[in-house]
């Protein structure tokens, strides 16, 4: 969970233009530590009513599909992202001799 929150931390400063860094990790501070209590409420909350295990279960595959889905989403970028760098063939010239 550590490193999760430094490399995250790390990214933001360094990709995000310095005139921009300031909001961005404000906003990254706000949408990650803001919203911990809100889930710790609504996995209580889930967790009473289908069991503790259940609800571990469950974290798990949202997890998975999570990261299925957003594994498509990097892969179809990259793919987009290939194809635009392919320079279009031009027709050679066939020399009649």
């Not at 909001?23 to 209590?37: E, L, N, V």
């Not at 970028?77 to 063939?89: G, M």
Request: hydrophobic fraction near 50%; proline fraction near 4%; glycine fraction near 8%.
């Amino acid at each position: 969970m550590m490193s999760q929150i430094t490399i995250s931390n790390t990214i933001i400063q360094t990709t995000v233009s310095q005139n921009m860094r300031g909001r961005m990790i404000s906003f990254y501070a706000m949408a990650f530590f803001g919203m911990q209590p809100l889930g710790g409420l609504i996995v209580g909350s889930v967790s009473q009513w289908i069991g503790v295990p259940a609800t571990v279960l469950a974290e798990g595959c949202v997890a998975l599909l999570i990261g299925a889905l957003h594994f498509r989403f990097l892969k179809r970028n990259k793919l987009k992202a290939v194809v635009k760098n392919i320079q279009p063939v031009q027709p050679q010239e066939i020399a009649v001799s």
